[in-house]
């Protein structure tokens, strides 16, 4: 009984640089969220997954950001030439379908661009 | 615009006492209004939730009260222990073609001291 695993725990990079993170969802778990978390902030939702429908990407703050999922399993969000104000917290939640409310939530990974 | 606002920020309780944290809401279409627990390092936790339906929700120690016509919820701990010390998030969400994005509130940092 796994929960959700994201990687890296910790991201430090610089300015400019383009980041990959990852989430693995519970298994058999097909809805999948993004959320950050900004230091001392609330969650901001970010991307949204649902099987092979198409991403609610409201929630993404610029064209710099993007995500990408396989099916019902892995999933990355990548930050392309990233800045200092993308600091934060990135969380990854699944849930058991679209119509499910509970959300289950990884450890995050901690970016900091410097 | 802050659709979800928590109060307090911080909060100190003794051993034994009640903590209280309060939630305020604006979208009246919200249908669901979690409360998560973090702690350090951590990803949140799924405490309890409730739905608009019913005025409060009690499992074991900890209970939401919710007032529809207010626009508020709060979470009530009872008996309050070292071991609660984290920080609660209130939120809330909706069904809306899919998918329940959270809406987060900013957090309250709960201590219990001996």
């Known amino acids: 009984g796994a929960g959700v695993s994201q990687s890296p725990s910790n991201k430090v990079t610089e300015k400019g640089k383009d980041v990959e993170l990852r989430c693995d969802p519970i298994?058999?778990?097909?809805?999948l969220y993004w959320y950050r978390q900004r230091l001392g902030q609330g969650l901001e939702f970010l991307i949204y997954?649902?099987?092979?429908?198409?991403?609610?990407k409201s929630g993404l703050p610029s064209d710099r950001f993007s995500a990408e999922r396989t099916g019902e399993s892995v999933s990355t969000l990548t930050i392309q030439r990233t800045q200092q104000e993308d600091s934060a917290v990135y969380l990854c939640?699944?849930?058991?379908?679209?119509?499910?409310?509970?959300?289950?939530f990884g450890p995050g990974t901690r970016l900091t661009v410097t | 615009q802050q659709q979800v606002k928590q109060s307090p920020q911080s909060l100190i309780v003794q051993k034994g006492g009640i903590s209280i944290i309060n939630c305020a809401y604006e979208?009246?279409?919200?249908?669901?209004f979690p409360w998560y627990q973090q702690f350090p390092g951590k990803g949140p936790a799924l405490l309890i939730a409730?739905?608009?339906?019913?005025s409060e929700k009690k499992e074991g120690r900890f209970t939401i009260s919710f007032n529809k016509s207010a626009k508020q919820f709060s979470l009530h701990i009872m008996d309050s222990q070292p071991g609660d010390s984290a920080t609660y998030f209130c939120?809330?969400?909706?069904?809306?073609?899919?998918?329940?994005?959270?809406?987060f509130g900013t957090g309250t940092q709960l201590k219990v001291e001996l």
């Open positions: 939120a809330a969400s909706k069904q809306a073609g899919g998918g329940n994005k959270l809406t």
């Open positions: 979208n009246t279409a919200f249908d669901y």
């Open positions: 409730i739905r608009p339906d019913v």
């Open positions: 939640a699944s849930s058991l379908s679209a119509g499910a409310y509970e959300q289950y």
């Open positions: 298994s058999g778990h097909t809805a």
């Open positions: 997954f649902q099987g092979n429908s198409a991403p609610d």
